[in-house]
């Protein structure tokens, strides 16, 4: 894999010196080569790049006849820059730019409107990229033109075929280029769906929600999750740069004992999240919600959740190549490929493809990885899309447990040890996962105010590994004892989630409510299957010799299948008394089982519990830009152990059990 990441990086290079990156780039397709370091990318400037760096966000879009063609109005939020549209005629179709915009959450898949007036026969709205959209508008037999309608806030284009029109000279094509101060959209993200399941503005939402954008991942060249993670206040590492788990500790919680409630993807449970480490190559953006989250998204830890959103297909063609090299034999590729299958535009598709081989300054430790995620989007109709996507990870990764403190960062009368040492030296020390991932999401829009969403997802981890780890330092502080774990035989992961829930708007007199409710089913099942433990020779820290390594008989074996079930029902309302008052409600009711099947001692235990979740916020604007909120919700998280007879230990966070709920009240600005 390193021969032909080498040679891939080599020849974009050479591409990219004699005259732009594979010689063309021409609109939508972009293509980039990241310099030797990995952090800055070399891409040529395209028309994007000379707008002022605000985008403004399309929150709506209306086609409404008019007695000479259409009226197309771009409904944006108040006070937002102003849309400035670039119009080209091709045939009999009208082109029309618009840089330095968006598609908002809900209509983020874009909008077609059939026939919506006599002599044109198509109206549709697109994401080009994050920040510009492309209005295309299809005659049936005449040339189309169009002229800006002045509107206080909305961009509003009046379009008339030419046969209503009385005939004139061409006018001069003229560029329009905006600049000024603006807000960077790219890096302040202010939507997001985490918090309420809704495409609602961040400083709605009585709850502490950071985002990290597709751009700061790339600016800073962060290659997995926890790097991205780095980005959050309040959210370390709980382990090594070099462990393959991510498991981040927000707000003093989370880590280990979080591991299969913390991750979210696309808004469904991802058991797997922190199981391997996860790769950006096809992350469009990472959103963390901080505190309990249970009345939406049911177990989880009172740090918060972390939502992984994927990359989508685009309606423009775009091609993205990227190669990076780095220190200790770092060598990366990645491939990122969109666009329309068929000349209607209702088939899209994505890939994904990112490789990677890595060592590192720890002596017998080198990683190699491999990722490929294809998505598929069907657009039904105008009011159905769904979305087909699938993912296969290879890591190749060894655990790493680190040395001892003696002889680091404490003395050691023996000397220091080197940091490059590895307990483990040359044995056969190894860590092999693949995962796989399957599954879809349909999206109906009823009317403009109502609609209903319905994804499963299903996750494989399948894993091998033989590990090496530090059991005590003896008195002489010099001799480390060592132990082993071997699951050569298998240690897999199964994870299945289905998420129905529907989202409505309406008014009740003065009073607009926006409702969520829905339906989740979840199942994870944990198999180990021969998996055993025990010690293996010490060995002597400053004088280490790996020749003689001896392996002695397990002490602890395991076999068994854990399966964690869940049902949960939640209801939400946001309700706006005035546009800078509003009330948040909601609650979820949980049933959640274990069951535990230990094959070794032939015994099956099981637990169910049930609980209900509660949420009120509150939030209040004094002006536009500042919110003032405050909340009060519950969590509860069901944890599983061992007890030191093997056998095992059901205990969850319900009022009646041995353990806590957790209370939170958060309040902020």
């Not at 399948?462 to 590990?467: I, K, L, T």
Request: hydrophobic share 35%; net charge negative; aromatic share 8%.
């Amino acid at each position: 894999m390193k021969a032909l990441l080498v040679l891939l990086f080599r020849l974009l290079s050479i591409a990219g010196l004699s005259g732009g990156l594979l010689g063309i780039m021409v609109c939508s397709v972009q293509a980039e080569v990241v310099e030797a370091n990995g952090r800055s990318p070399l891409q040529m400037s395209t028309a994007s790049d000379l707008i002022a760096q605000g985008v403004t966000r399309v929150t709506g879009v209306t086609v409404d006849q008019t007695a000479e063609g259409l009226e197309l109005i771009l409904e944006t939020a108040a006070g937002s820059e102003r849309l400035v549209p670039l119009i080209l005629p091709v045939g009999n179709n009208l082109v029309i730019d618009i840089l330095d915009a968006t598609l908002a959450f809900s209509i983020r898949n874009g909008v077609e409107e059939l026939n919506p007036t006599p002599g044109i026969t198509n109206v549709t709205v697109n994401k080009v990229n994050d920040n510009s959209i492309r209005v295309r508008i299809t005659g049936e037999n005449q040339v189309l033109s169009a002229e800006v309608v002045p509107s206080r806030d909305d961009l509003v284009l009046s379009v008339t075929p030419e046969s209503a029109t009385a005939k004139s000279e061409p006018d001069e094509e003229i560029e329009v280029i905006a600049t000024g101060e603006a807000e960077d959209d790219g890096y302040n993200v202010t939507d997001s769906s985490v918090g309420t399941r809704t495409d609602t503005p961040r400083q709605d939402v009585p709850q502490s929600i950071q985002v990290i954008p597709q751009e700061v991942i790339e600016d800073q060249g962060a290659f997995n999750i926890t790097e991205a993670l780095r980005n959050v206040p309040g959210a370390v590492p709980a382990g090594s740069p070099r462990s393959v788990f991510d498991v981040p500790v927000i707000r003093g919680f989370g880590g280990f004992s979080a591991t299969n409630d913390l991750f979210r993807r696309n808004g469904l449970r991802d058991p797997l999240g922190t199981s391997i480490g996860g790769d950006t190559a096809n992350v469009e953006r990472i959103e963390v919600l901080k505190g309990p989250a249970s009345v939406l998204y049911g177990q989880g830890s009172v740090s918060g959740i972390v939502n992984i959103v994927t990359k989508q297909p685009l309606s423009e063609p775009f091609y993205q190549v990227e190669a990076s090299i780095g220190n200790y034999d770092l060598y990366r590729g990645t491939l990122d490929f969109s666009g329309p299958i068929n000349e209607s535009g209702n088939l899209l598709y994505r890939l994904n493809i990112g490789a990677e081989t890595a060592g590192n300054f720890v002596d017998f430790y080198d990683r190699d990885l491999f990722q490929i995620a294809p998505v598929l989007t069907w657009k039904i109709g105008k009011n159905t899309d769904l979305t087909f996507q699938a993912e296969y990870l290879s890591l190749n990764n060894p655990n790493y447990f680190g040395i001892p403190a003696i002889g680091t960062v404490l003395d050691n009368p023996n000397g220091d040890i080197p940091l490059e040492f590895n307990i483990a030296g040359e044995a056969d020390s190894e860590k092999e996962i693949d995962v796989y991932r399957i599954g879809y999401n349909l999206e109906h829009r009823f009317s403009e105010n109502w609609r209903i969403r319905n994804a499963f997802e299903a996750g494989f981890r399948q894993s091998s590994e033989f590990s090496i780890s530090a059991s005590s330092l003896q008195p002489d502080n010099r001799t480390l004892e060592r132990s082993y774990f071997d699951s050569r035989n298998g240690f897999d992961i199964n994870a299945y989630t289905l998420d129905t829930y529907t989202v409505g708007n309406f008014n009740t007199g003065a009073i607009e409510h926006e409702l969520v409710a829905g339906i989740e089913l979840s199942r994870v099942e944990t198999i180990t299957e021969d998996n055993a433990s025990g010690s293996l020779s010490s060995i002597d820290l400053f004088d280490p010799d790996f020749s003689n390594t001896t392996l002695e008989p397990p002490t602890d074996f395991f076999d068994d299948k854990e399966t964690v079930d869940g049902l949960g029902i939640y209801l939400q309302d946001q309700i706006s008394f005035l546009d800078n008052f509003i009330v948040v409600l909601g609650g979820r009711f949980d049933i959640a089982s274990v069951k535990n099947e230990d094959f070794i001692n032939s015994t099956t235990e099981f637990q169910q519990n049930e609980a209900f979740s509660p949420r009120i916020g509150i939030v209040y604007k004094p002006i536009p830009d500042i919110s003032l909120y405050a909340s009060y919700s519950l969590s509860f998280q069901q944890e599983t152990g061992r007890t030191f007879d093997n056998s095992i230990s059901l205990f969850c966070h319900f009022p009646k059990q041995r353990s806590s709920r957790n209370r939170v009240y958060p309040s902020g600005k």
